[in-house]
């Protein structure tokens, strides 16, 4: 069965840090990727998706990703964070084919710090 | 165009009392899945419904859990004699046919006393 690992489970940073979380999972076939971002309180939002093409993705709020295949990783970058980036992110990779169910990982909660 | 609605938000039952939970979808959107964050933990896939049809409930707990997505009005989650490890924010995702990403709803979070 697919599985999606997010090796930091709480990450701390300071405003205007750099941030990368890792995303790693498990299917060997092809995936469709996904970050989404919980607000405190709130429901999830989609923050950036991959499907083909260029594997460095922009999203929203000034996030990014990259989907490198050959390690099977699917890492948010956000070159300055802000106090208003603490949330929950949660990794989600869907397989290409057959139905359309999401696996998430466990989610990495970030605190920014003003 | 509406997002994902769920209702109620909040709602309580007592242990042994059924929970039931209600999902209607975007406007457009034929596929609904069911989603559960346990606390501290990620959101578990439970079940993924078309309009009459349950596709894949492998998620879903063999006892007390059900759900339907009639052809006219929302798609239900309903829990039979709810136990306290129930409590939990279930939410719903819906969209269009074909490989595109999900829109989740607010969720309704259950607390079972």
């Known amino acids: 069965a697919q599985s999606v690992s997010q090796h930091n489970h709480h990450v701390i940073l300071s405003e205007a840090a750099s941030l990368e979380l890792g995303c790693n999972y498990s299917?060997?076939?092809?995936?469709?990727l996904f970050w989404y971002v919980q607000y405190p309180g709130q429901h999830l939002q989609l923050l950036l998706k991959y499907f083909s093409g260029d594997p460095l993705v922009k999203g929203i709020k000034g996030f990014e990703a990259e989907f490198i295949k050959s390690k099977f990783s699917f890492n948010l970058r956000k070159p300055s964070v802000q106090w208003s980036d603490t949330a929950e992110y949660f990794c989600a990779v869907r397989r290409n084919t057959g139905f359309q169910k999401l696996v998430f990982g466990t989610g990495t909660r970030l605190l920014v710090s003003p | 165009n509406a997002g994902v609605m769920q209702n109620p938000r909040h709602l309580v039952r007592r242990r042994g009392q059924e929970a039931r939970l209600r999902c209607s979808p975007m406007k457009g959107h034929s596929h609904v899945y069911w989603y559960r964050q346990l606390p501290e933990e990620g959101l578990k896939f439970m079940v993924y419904?078309?309009?009459?049809?349950?596709?894949?409930e492998s998620g879903m707990p063999k006892e007390r859990f059900s759900a339907e997505f009639p052809k006219e009005g929302p798609s239900i989650l309903r829990i039979q004699q709810v136990v306290r490890g129930d409590s939990a924010a279930y939410f719903c995702?819906?969209?269009?046919?074909?490989?595109?990403?999900?829109?989740f709803g607010s969720g309704t979070r259950l607390t079972v006393v």
């Open positions: 419904l078309q309009k009459e049809n349950i596709i894949d």
């Open positions: 995702a819906s969209s269009p046919d074909g490989p595109y990403g999900y829109t």
């Open positions: 299917y060997g076939g092809t995936v469709n």
